[in-house]
Nanobody, 118 residues
């Protein structure tokens, strides 16, 4: 129902900053919230940050104070990542959830690689 395309990943040194973005298209009027997840090699996918339709935000403990999630009116969602650590290295995915005609949906982008290394 919603198509998501991540961008902005890359290589950054520890302590540096990077901004990843998620462009949503399709039934964007039905989105209730978009979340950023990340998955490191050999580890489970973990929730990083959430932004709701109304603009409310939440973060995992590991990124509080360092990451900021935001959105524009067209549901392009950004994740500003500051003071990056090697343990932030992962593929970052955005996920959109909502309801269309009484049916829930949960769609994923293909991910963007973020590597934090000196």
């Amino acid at each position: 129902q919603v198509q998501l395309v991540e961008s902005g990943g890359g290589l950054v040194q520890p302590g540096g900053s990077l901004r990843v973005s998620c462009a949503a298209s399709g039934s964007i009027g039905s989105i209730n919230y978009i979340r950023w997840f990340r998955q490191a090699p050999g580890k489970q996918r973990e929730l990083v940050a959430t932004i709701t339709r109304s603009g409310s935000t939440s973060y995992s403990d590991s990124v509080k104070g360092r990451f900021t999630i935001s959105r524009d009116s067209a549901w392009t969602v950004h994740l500003q990542m500051n003071t990056l650590k090697p343990e932030d290295t992962a593929v970052y995915y955005c996920n959109a959830a909502g309801v269309i005609v009484g049916r829930s949906f949960n769609d994923w982008g293909q991910g963007t690689q973020v590597t934090v290394s000196s």
